[in-house]
């Protein structure tokens, strides 16, 4: 009987131990579960450049036409739009919005600065294929090129 009795008592310790376990368990999933339930997860895109230093430049090509107009006192009897016969940057205003001005009148001039590179360059490349076709012609003399170099020589020049 004493051996009944420790069994069935190290049963319901031995129960009470899992009963308290499980209850142990089940509570902390409880909590976990209503804490992921209050956190809010924020996803944010990103995006990923290169910072770079640059000068903005931008050309308007506009054209007008003259359209009359009725006069008030606030505003001229005409107004026209002008247009220049060249794309380009304006370097200088030669007159001032709501001035008077006559055909033929300079309103305003261009920037002159990317022409006269383009200029310098286009003389630049004449000199040296000038050079080039004299070189050739030099070199031919002691058969030192091909006549197809010089017709090139010369057709470049």
Known sequence: MNKLRTFLGLTI?????????????????NETSEESENQVVTEVSVYVGKISRSALRGHILAY???EPDVGSIAK???SVRITAPAA????????????????????????SRVAEIAVKQAQNAVE?????LERQKELLLIQGTSEK????????A
């Open 76 to 78: 001229p009897p005409a």
């Open 149 to 156: 170099l010089l017709q090139r020589g010369t057709a470049q």
């Open 13 to 29: 310790v031995l129960a009470g131990v899992l009963g308290g376990y499980y209850l142990f368990i089940k509570g902390k999933q």
């Open 88 to 111: 380009g940057i304006v370097g200088e205003a030669l007159c001032i919005e709501g001035q008077q001005v006559n055909q033929g009148d300079t309103l305003f001039r261009l920037d």
């Open 128 to 132: 040296f294929e000038e050079r080039n």
């Open 64 to 66: 007008g036409r003259v």
